[in-house]
């Protein structure tokens, strides 16, 4: 997998994406699992929106961080919305987007660049890096 950037080489968005990924972590509703994520997505249209998990008694029905960011943005520009970076924060060494998360991300934005810590260190990937060989629907 390609590594796009080490940390101190991330650019000054992506920083600034990954500290409103943190403020929006502190909304998450997290009472199962105390695992709080906050997600900061940019569109092409150079709008932000913010996302956190929000979990449920029915465990299954949980929404993570990175999903609450992408339906908020679609239902604030619509179908055409696209991402074109986003952010993840976990208080945790690893705030890796889930697979699902990964095939979200992919239907808005295969080239969009994805800011999560791994392994400790802030590293900065492309979507289509994170998710080789992603479900397309062809009939
Ligand atoms: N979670 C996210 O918000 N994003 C991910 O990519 C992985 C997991 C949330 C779901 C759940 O509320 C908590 O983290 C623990 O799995």
New binding site residues.
């Given amino acids: 997998m390609k590594v796009h950037s080490a940390e101190a080489s991330l650019t000054a968005e992506q920083h600034h994406l990954y500290e409103a990924a943190r403020s929006a972590s502190e909304n998450a509703y997290?009472p199962y699992?105390n695992?709080r994520?906050g997600a900061a997505l940019k569109t092409t249209r150079g709008r932000e929106f913010m996302g956190c998990?929000v979990?449920n008694a029915s465990y299954g029905l949980?929404c993570?961080?990175?999903r609450s960011a992408v339906f908020a943005a679609v239902a604030a520009e619509g179908p055409n919305m696209r991402i074109e970076a986003i952010a993840?924060y976990a208080d945790s060494p690893n705030g890796s987007?889930?697979g699902a998360?990964r095939q979200v991300l992919y239907e808005f934005g295969p080239h969009a660049r994805v800011t999560f810590r791994a392994d400790g260190e802030l590293r900065s990937y492309q979507v289509a890096d994170l998710l080789p060989a992603s479900f397309e629907l062809k009939l």
Wanted: aromatic letters at 8%.
């Fill in positions: 997290a699992s695992f994520v998990n979990e949980t993570c961080a990175e993840v987007p889930c998360c």
